[in-house]
């Protein structure tokens, strides 16, 4: 996205959901949207495939059974 792109979508998501915005701040939150895209794009260039992704299957372990004590309560 250029400049004007970004700069057009802060200022069309702040009047959607109704933020004061001066434009100073406005200048920030664009610069900031830059950087993050451009971290962004720096990611996307990267070659990794399936087995790369280190994240596991969360699987919860099952309840013990309940002895006659607590069930009794």
């Known amino acids: 996205m250029d400049d004007a792109k970004i ?3 802060v200022g069309s ?4 959901l109704e ?4 434009p100073e701040r406005a200048a920030r939150v664009v610069a900031h ?10 990611l996307d260039t990267a ?3 399936p087995h790369d992704e ?3 299957i969360y699987s919860p372990a ?3 059974p309940m002895d006659d004590k ?3 309560l």
């Open 7 to 9: 700069a057009a979508y």
């Open 13 to 16: 998501t702040a009047s959607v």
């Open 19 to 22: 933020l004061p915005l001066p």
């Open 33 to 42: 949207l830059q950087r993050t895209a451009a971290m962004a794009a720096l």
């Open 47 to 49: 070659p990794l495939v």
């Open 54 to 56: 280190p994240a596991e």
């Open 62 to 64: 099952a309840f013990p």
């Open 70 to 72: 607590r069930s009794q």
